[in-house]
């Protein structure tokens, strides 16, 4: 699933990047920063495409947490804006200029949160509160479904792309 939350974080980074008519520099950092953003909440999985990088971060969130705790809840989204921001600021780089990157990171977690929510298992987007949230059509049941669904998005970030150069 590595390539569908990478795929769908380059779709809605470009859309958000078209939305508010970035110039290229800036897209490239939204872009960059919303392939950075899709992988970030599967950090609490250990076996995880980033967990299996740096599980000396993904073990102990995993232990306290689970997989789709914390890390897949509005709550994980504003901590990453505020986490990225304070981090910006701390090495003395101007935020404005690091906005599109932060706004990235952010745009990047929300698209895997929505993959997720397509789910069966869905999130808890509300967490503390355990309710689960999921999509009332479960979209990627079927086999199939995710690699074409990753071909489409792909080719929709490129198009996206396209119409901005």
Known sequence: M???H???G???????????HLPAMMAVLLLAGGLAGSLLPDIDHPQSWLGRRIPFLSRPIAYLFGHRGITHSLLAVVGVFYASAACLHGW???LGHA??????????????LVGDWLTPAGIPLLWPIRVRFRAPLMLLRPKMAEPIMTVLLWFGAGFLMSRAL
């Open 2 to 4: 590595v390539a569908t």
């Open 99 to 112: 906005m599109p990157m932060v706004l990235g990171l952010c745009v990047g977690y929300a698209s895997h």
């Open 92 to 94: 003395d780089v101007r």
């Open 10 to 20: 380059a779709f809605c980074a470009v859309s958000a990047a078209l939305i508010l």
């Open 6 to 8: 990478v795929a769908f």
